[in-house]
């Protein structure tokens, strides 16, 4: 789709881009590139494609033109300059981070973020001397205390797991380009359907493609897409990427590709030397999932609209956080991001806390208990007992994950099912 008009609609996009009939074949749905390696036409086209002088295929851990289409079509859903897709959420956090950082640098996060991140920037990052400070991006002023001149990218979910807090992601993204960093922003609760962070000033997008853009719950994966809009030279701030590269015969990765070097340098050192590729098997299905995206986050916010409402009147429950009810804290920000929908994932309280959590989990039917969010199923699961259990009681309260606390991703069956479904389970506890 490269050669057709950007004016498309994004459902159009969600179909096209990235894919067109196998030159060989004339397959119309992108093929299953199963394979490792590829043919080099001579020694001369050999040696260009490994001096980046010539874009091409030369092994599967950095491109596989099954993976290559997914990526652009992420990329083009998000308004992305380019995008490299690796085998997870979290290797592409891990990606993004190390274009980034070097060991002894900081970065800004956001306290609500999916449990598994905190843990990821929290302890396994401080290991490759990258160390965080977690802030209340909820809190613009408390942003402003918390920013110091050597912090190197602010990370945010605009839409954060599990809480369905909405954060005010342009204001935070004036707050880094003032401080010459880059706004990280993990866009897998929102999808672009629903949110596209480049429209309100993010440079990088993370993706758990595992989730909602896959959207069945069969295959994982992750993406790292850039804006093209951020001043690496200008920052100052970015060294490796700006500077000669060790990693690839002293090439700068900014002065040689300009607005889309950080996703060179995301694939080219950080996929090729630590190798979380994408399997071409992932990535086409992926991609058949991204062809019905707008109509499966339609149906989902549809459902989840019905069932908060629904737990917002029951007596054994104490609060529903979601921006779509009138009451939400966050009902005003997310008219202003998310005008088809705040999402389908969300958290409610149970009268009876931790207890009581651990009934409804272990009662409902219909509904999965599983650690997962995304699927066409509806899914249920207790934060404090699972996903966030390696937090302390302080920072799961923090991130929205507290003893009470049961977190929904609500599916595509009948809504009224799952609404029996959870009445029936929250009557005995
Ligand atoms: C918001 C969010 N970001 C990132 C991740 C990590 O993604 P993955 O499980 O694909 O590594 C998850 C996983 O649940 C998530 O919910």
Redesign the pocket.
Same mark, same amino acid.
């Given at each position: 789709m490269t050669n057709q008009p950007k004016e498309y609609g994004l459902e159009t996009r969600a179909i096209h881009a990235g894919s067109r009939p196998d030159a060989t074949t004339g397959a119309r749905n992108t093929p299953i590139y199963q394979t490792t390696s590829y043919v080099f036409d001579d020694v001369d086209h050999a040696a260009d494609l490994f001096n980046l002088q010539t874009f091409g295929f030369i092994y599967s851990r950095l491109t596989n033109p099954t993976v290559s289409a997914l990526e652009e079509r992420i990329a083009n859903l998000e308004g992305g300059r380019a995008g490299v897709c690796c085998a +997870?959420?979290? +290797?592409a956090?891990f990606l993004a981070f190390f274009s980034l950082l070097e060991p002894g640098d900081r970065f800004l996060a956001s306290k609500n973020l999916?449990g598994? +991140?905190m843990t990821q920037f929290g302890v396994s990052f401080k290991r490759l001397g990258w160390d965080v400070d977690f802030v209340d991006c909820t809190d613009l002023e408390a942003v402003k205390a918390a920013i110091k001149p050597e912090h190197k990218a602010l990370f945010i979910?605009p839409l954060a797991?599990p809480g369905g807090v909405i954060l005010d992601t342009q204001a935070l993204a004036d707050l880094a380009h003032e401080n010459q960093m880059v706004l990280i922003a993990?866009n %897998? &609760?929102a999808t672009p359907y629903l949110f596209r962070p480049f429209e309100h000033g993010a440079d990088i997008i993370t993706h +758990?493609a %595992?989730?909602f853009l896959g959207g069945h719950g069969t295959s &994982?994966?992750?993406a790292v897409i850039e804006s093209g809009k951020f001043d690496w030279v200008k920052s100052g701030k970015y060294p490796a990427l700006v500077e000669a590269d060790p990693a690839y015969h002293g090439l700068s990765f900014i002065e040689t590709f300009g607005d889309f070097g950080f996703s060179m340098k995301t694939r080219c050192v950080g996929l090729r030397d630590f190798g979380p590729a994408m399997s071409p098997t992932n990535a086409f299905n992926l991609l058949t999932g991204i062809e019905t995206l707008h109509l499966r986050m339609e149906r989902h916010v549809e459902n989840a609209r019905k069932v908060a409402t629904f737990l917002a009147q029951h007596p054994a429950v104490s609060w529903v956080s979601y921006a779509g009810l009138a009451d939400s804290p966050y009902h005003d920000l997310a008219q202003k991001y998310f005008p088809k929908g705040p999402g389908s994932v969300f958290t409610f309280g149970v009268k009876g806390g931790f207890e009581a959590g651990v009934k409804v989990v272990e009662n409902v039917n219909l509904i999965s208990h599983l650690a997962?969010?995304g699927d066409t199923r509806s899914l249920i699961i207790h934060p404090a007992s699972t996903t966030h259990r390696q937090l302390s009681e302080e920072q799961q309260i923090a991130s929205g994950a507290g003893p009470d606390v049961l977190r929904l991703s609500i599916g595509l069956e009948t809504a009224d099912d799952i609404i029996r479904d959870l009445d029936e389970a929250l009557s005995l506890t």
């Open positions: +997870s959420g979290h +290797s956090q999916y598994g +991140s979910e797991n993990d %897998t &609760m +758990s %595992t989730k &994982m994966g992750g997962n969010i």
